[in-house]
């Protein structure tokens, strides 16, 4: 089944320690999409790509990165996390938005803890 | 900007129908949708709708999509207790890549 997989599920990291989040989609979407959802909250977009192109949100910190070194393939990298970056991180993917049938399609999600 | 609004919970007897409501601000939506998120899981797309249509059946799935109120519903014919899940709706702008979502709407299905 074409689908989008996110690994780990469950990450533990300490305050300040670099982490790295991945992604993968066999759907052969354009486009990527890192959102962060805290509890009890909307997923809040981070950035996405769409093919190679990046593109970040305004109010997104610097602290928070990402890489797609492939159509399949996307990574967030947290620099310096904080305990406020506690939460579940969702990745999605999506043809482009001009396509006839935009749909965006969620992976399972992993939840980040800061000790 | 644009706002999605949505209650926060709805409580509902197994074998009713749920209706769970949304309001947008964006009079340029193209696409409204619900998704839906079990705890600890992702978001599971439901269903969509085009801004031009008015009604969506899918199973036991109804979305109606009142545009010149810029209200969307989700009516679950015979709610499942498999059915409690966090429900949220989301609009999307022509041309744009963004969703933006509500604050998602707890259903909570009493057996």
């Known amino acids: 089944d074409a689908m989008v997989i996110q690994n780990p599920r469950y990450q533990v990291t300490q305050f300040g320690k670099p982490v790295t989040l991945s992604c993968s989609q066999t759907?052969?979407?354009?486009?990527m999409y890192w959102y962060q959802q805290k509890s009890s909250q909307a997923p809040k977009l981070l950035f996405h790509?769409?093919?190679?192109?990046?593109?970040n949100e305004a109010d997104t910190p610097d602290n928070f990165q990402s890489r797609r070194p492939n159509t399949s393939f996307c990574f967030l990298d947290i620099r310096s996390p904080g305990l406020g970056d506690a939460a579940m991180y969702l990745c999605?993917?999506?043809?482009?938005?001009?396509?006839?049938?935009?749909?965006?399609?969620f992976g399972p999600g992993t939840r980040l803890t800061v000790t | 900007g644009e706002d999605v609004e949505q209650s926060l919970f709805l409580s509902v007897r197994e074998g009713d129908s749920s209706v769970i409501n949304c309001t947008y601000t964006?009079?340029?939506?193209?696409?409204l949708y619900w998704y839906k998120q079990e705890p600890g899981a992702g978001l599971q797309l439901l269903t969509y709708?085009?801004?031009?249509?008015d009604m969506k059946q899918d199973q036991r799935l109804t979305v109606l999509l009142n545009k010149k109120d810029k209200h969307l519903s989700l009516r679950i014919a015979d709610t499942q207790t498999g059915d409690s899940a966090i429900y949220f709706c989301?609009?999307?702008?022509?041309?744009?890549?963004?969703?933006?979502f509500g604050k998602g709407t707890k259903l909570s299905v009493i057996p």
């Open positions: 999605a993917t999506s043809r482009a938005p001009g396509s006839s049938a935009y749909e965006q399609y």
């Open positions: 759907l052969n979407h354009n486009v």
């Open positions: 790509y769409y093919d190679k192109d990046f593109n």
């Open positions: 709708i085009f801004s031009n249509m």
């Open positions: 964006d009079s340029s939506s193209t696409y």
């Open positions: 989301a609009e999307k702008e022509a041309g744009s890549y963004q969703l933006t």
